[in-house]
């Protein structure tokens, strides 16, 4: 567990490394538990035993066949406290780096992975990469969460409470609420990220990505060059990557929301993007289809 917490990259989103946190967390409750139920065990008691030799042992030695005792063992039985530590030590997050030049961003196409979901259930709400290389995904149409393991195969599903129009909620991986952030956009919230106390939202139907505080109060909006955004994700300096489905492209918009390029188009490959996330430590990620059947893996290189 000492690894894998050191495995929580200090770059990460706080979001991702909150998720890592926490189910570190739950390892150390599970281990608790079982300490605290092993106390009355005879497992972690302190022994300590004595020899009390008799006096006459050398008067004795040519009489061993006589012998019936050399003296007496004592054994003392004394309850020991067990030095434990529940919390789990948090450091505070570095500093993101300066932000790079977008200009010189290029995204490639890796391969792609066939998602092992029933077709019923292949509509793709939203997409994150977990720092141990799983991938969750948010199913649109029946409120479900799906954790992925890194080659596409089901690992866990999650029920989503129900969510207003215009709220954006944090759960853990357990399903449990624990933010709710009002906002407000023209369509229905589909895609957002987390970063750095800002979240940032996709308005499919406004053809807008917006960045907000913590309360809602928008910072910054963006409108040029967008079609039907969809997906969302942010590279290591705070950039906003997007799928537009409606134009077939893969944008980056600047952290401050001013200026954007084009990093995929139909020409390079790419077809119906739909939902995008983002893996900072390995500068990759993953782009679904609009069909949910394949998760296509790229690779992100800032020059």
Not at 281 to 296: A, H, P, Q, R, V
């Amino acid at each position: 567990m000492k690894e894998h917490l050191h495995g929580v990259k200090t770059h990460s989103s706080k979001l991702q490394s909150f998720l890592e946190v926490h189910q570190i967390e739950q390892e150390v409750h599970q281990c608790l538990r079982y300490v605290e139920g092993i106390e009355d065990d005879d497992r972690v008691k302190e022994f300590e035993i004595k020899l009390k030799q008799n006096d006459e042992i050398n008067n004795t030695i040519s009489k061993l066949e006589s012998l019936e005792s050399l003296g007496e063992v004592f054994v003392d039985k004394t309850r020991i406290r067990m030095k434990r530590e529940s919390s789990v030590r948090r450091g505070a997050q570095v500093q993101a780096p300066e932000q790079s030049n977008i200009n010189n961003m290029t995204m490639n196409i890796e391969t792609k992975i066939r998602i092992n979901m029933e077709k019923k259930e292949n509509m793709i709400g939203d997409m994150i990469c977990l720092m141990d290389g799983r991938v969750i995904i948010v199913v649109e149409n029946l409120g479900k969460v799906h954790i992925l393991t890194a080659d596409g195969k089901l690992q866990k599903k999650l029920s989503i409470p129900g969510l207003n129009a215009n709220e954006i909620r944090f759960i853990d991986l357990e399903g449990t609420t624990l933010i709710s952030i009002p906002v407000q956009s023209e369509s229905l919230l589909s895609s957002f990220v987390h970063y750095n106390d800002r979240v940032i939202y996709a308005d499919y139907t406004g053809s807008a990505v917006y960045c907000v505080d913590k309360t809602g109060v928008q910072i910054w909006g963006y409108k040029q060059d967008l079609s039907e955004p969809v997906g969302l994700c942010t590279d290591l300096y705070g950039n906003i990557i997007v799928t537009d489905h409606g134009s077939n492209r893969i944008l980056v918009i600047s952290k401050d929301g001013q200026n954007s390029k084009v990093l995929l188009s139909e020409e390079g490959g790419l077809k119906y993007p739909w939902r995008i996330c983002f893996k900072s430590n390995e500068s990759s990620g993953f782009i679904s289809d609009y069909f949910g059947k394949y998760l296509t893996k790229f690779n992100l290189c800032s020059k």
